[in-house]
Each structure stands twice: as C-alpha cells, then as structure tokens.
C-alpha cells in the first residue's frame, strides 16, 4: 500500500500561484510514477500532470500547461505540484495520485493509489 497526503491547498487571487505538496509513504516511493488529478464542481475528474519515477519525464494537461510545473523528490517521498498564473477556472479539489506505470491507465483515471484531496480556490 502507498498513502498519500496533499498539502498546499487554499484560496489565492487569479494570477496568483500555489504550491501543491504530496507526502508518500508504504512502499518504495521511487517506484511510482507520480500525478494529480482535480475535480471541479459539477465536472469529471480530470488529469492535470503526472512524472516518472525518475523525474525524467513529465506529462501536462493542454489546460496547465506552461502554467503548472510537476517534480519529485525521491529523498523525500514528495511530488509536488507548482501552479503559477491561477484562473478561477482552476477551482478544484485537487488529487494526488501514484502508479507503478507512466502509461495509459493515468489518462483512464485507473491508478493504484489517490490521496484524500486538497481544496484550491481561485477568486476572479
């Protein structure tokens, strides 16, 4: 098992910036591809970015990127999430998540592991 816990949520202006944290512990974390996935109100969950377990590459949703940054500690367990430029249309829960794959099962949401959710606000 892998547990997850984010960090770094909250309400910031439009335009403003955040820094998502994801704490893992269980097993070895740099074995697992990394990522978030958000949900906003009254939509699907949706994947934002994901990471390989060596850093080396990254993916981005066509709506954050060049606004958001994913990257890894593997010293520390951690992936985190830098969101630069926020729009309200950023407004979601956002989720950790981990895989022992890079592939296709995070576009499918089918990962092995979720995080609880951290709340990001972004006012207009």
């Known amino acids: 098992q892998v547990q997850l816990v984010e960090s770094g949520g909250g309400l910031v202006q439009a335009g403003g910036s955040l820094r998502l944290s994801c704490a893992a512990s269980g097993r070895t974390f740099r074995n697992y591809a990394m990522g978030w996935f958000r949900r906003a109100p009254g939509k699907e969950r949706e994947f934002v970015a994901n990471?390989?377990?060596?850093?080396?590459?990254?993916r981005y949703a066509d709506s954050v990127k060049g606004r958001f940054t994913i990257s890894r500690d593997n010293a520390k367990n951690t992936v985190y999430l830098q969101m630069n430029s926020l729009e309200p249309e950023d407004t979601a829960v956002y989720y950790c998540a981990a895989d022992v794959g890079y592939g296709s099962r995070w576009f499918d949401a089918a990962v092995d592991y979720w995080g609880q959710g951290t709340q990001v606000t972004v006012s207009s």
């Open positions: 990471i390989r377990w060596d850093g080396g590459a990254t």
